[in-house]
């Protein structure tokens, strides 16, 4: 369900070794399923369901039919990302839901690599590709050490506890983001199907405010009068409805009310 990545520029960082001790973490100290992917070679550790390495050597469909899988049967999922800059590993790098790239010093490289990320996320066809096809949260967490050492070199299990505890809290927020997004997802595909002349009593129908509901339906008249089509209207506006008391959403309206007037003058 939740994948997290560990990454760094630096051959021989520990990022392998980090990523593993927050795995074994995860298993014995929570009641999470968690599994491990590396992208290089582990010397060690054998593949089984739950430990996979060598993930470099799949072809790019072989990667989303295991990784889908995975996500389907595992908790969280710690993705070692090994130490290597090469095409592959950025091309995967968009899919984790939270990344930790390994090292202080690193800290301009981790702001530029955050920038090809969300590049890449937006404009690489193979990368929307992937992040369609796995419908993760795309939320991109650069961590940064505020010790006086580098992650990764003889880290300690203080270290371990702490990025653990980290991942555990995310996935807590995560798994409840899911399950509302999955609950608003239920309501709007209920709201597609009110007849247009009948949005406001079928959104009092289902629940919300009568005074919020009529609001929403003049909201929509209004954009519908400004040239944007109804179903658009419905999408971008949605998220408004939830979320924003009553307030928020007349204060909304009569700011794009004041400059519709003015647009007409």
Same mark, same amino acid.
């Given at each position: 369900?939740?994948?997290?990545?560990?990454?760094?520029?630096?051959?021989?960082?520990?990022?392998?070794?980090?990523?593993?001790?927050?795995?074994?973490?995860?298993?014995?100290?929570?009641?999470?399923?968690?599994?491990?992917?590396?992208?290089?070679?582990?010397?060690?550790?054998?593949?089984?369901?739950?430990?996979?390495?060598?993930?470099?050597?799949?072809?790019?469909?072989?990667?989303?039919?295991?990784?889908?899988?995975?996500?389907?049967?595992?908790?969280?999922?710690?993705?070692?990302?090994? !130490?290597?800059?090469?095409?592959?590993?950025?091309?995967?790098?968009?899919?984790?839901?939270?990344?930790?790239?390994?090292?202080?010093?690193?800290?301009?490289?981790?702001?530029?690599?955050?920038?090809?990320?969300?590049?890449?996320?937006?404009?690489?066809?193979?990368?929307?590709?992937?992040?369609?096809?796995?419908?993760?949260?795309?939320?991109?967490?650069?961590?940064? !050490?505020?010790?006086?050492?580098?992650?990764?070199?003889?880290?300690?299990?203080?270290?371990?506890?702490?990025?653990?505890?980290?991942?555990?809290?995310?996935?807590?927020?995560?798994?409840?983001?899911?399950?509302?997004?999955?609950?608003?997802?239920?309501?709007?595909?209920?709201?597609?199907?009110?007849?247009?002349?009948?949005?406001?009593?079928?959104?009092?129908?289902?629940?919300?405010?009568?005074?919020?509901?009529?609001?929403?339906?003049?909201?929509?008249?209004?954009?519908?009068?400004?040239?944007?089509?109804?179903?658009?209207?419905?999408?971008?506006?949605?998220?408004?409805?939830?979320?924003?008391?009553?307030?928020?959403?007349?204060?909304?309206?009569?700011?794009?009310?004041?400059?519709?007037?003015?647009?007409?003058?």
């Amino acid at each position: 369900m939740y994948l997290v990545g560990f990454y760094s520029p630096k051959a021989k960082s520990g990022v392998t070794e980090l990523s593993l001790s927050v795995y074994q973490w995860l298993k014995t100290n929570t009641t999470l399923s968690a599994a491990f992917i590396s992208y290089g070679t582990l010397e060690k550790e054998e593949n089984s369901n739950e430990l996979i390495h060598e993930f470099s050597k799949l072809s790019l469909t072989e990667k989303k039919r295991k990784i889908k899988e995975m996500k389907k049967e595992f908790d969280i999922i710690i993705y070692d990302a090994s !130490s290597q800059l090469s095409e592959g590993v950025l091309n995967l790098l968009p899919i984790v839901d939270r990344l930790f790239v390994v090292g202080e010093e690193h800290r301009d490289f981790a702001v530029k690599l955050q920038q090809i990320i969300e590049f890449d996320k937006i404009f690489d066809k193979r990368v929307k590709n992937f992040i369609t096809h796995l419908k993760g949260n795309k939320t991109y967490i650069i961590r940064e !050490s505020k010790e006086n050492h580098v992650i990764g070199f003889n880290h300690s299990n203080k270290e371990t506890n702490d990025i653990g505890q980290m991942i555990y809290t995310d996935y807590v927020i995560y798994y409840l983001n899911k399950k509302l997004i999955e609950k608003n997802e239920k309501v709007y595909k209920k709201i597609k199907q009110i007849p247009k002349d009948e949005l406001s009593i079928g959104l009092y129908e289902l629940g919300i405010d009568f005074e919020k509901a009529l609001l929403f339906h003049n909201f929509i008249y209004l954009r519908e009068a400004l040239g944007q089509e109804y179903k658009e209207s419905l999408e971008t506006l949605f998220p408004q409805l939830i979320q924003s008391s009553f307030e928020e959403f007349l204060d909304k309206f009569r700011n794009e009310l004041l400059f519709f007037t003015q647009f007409k003058k």
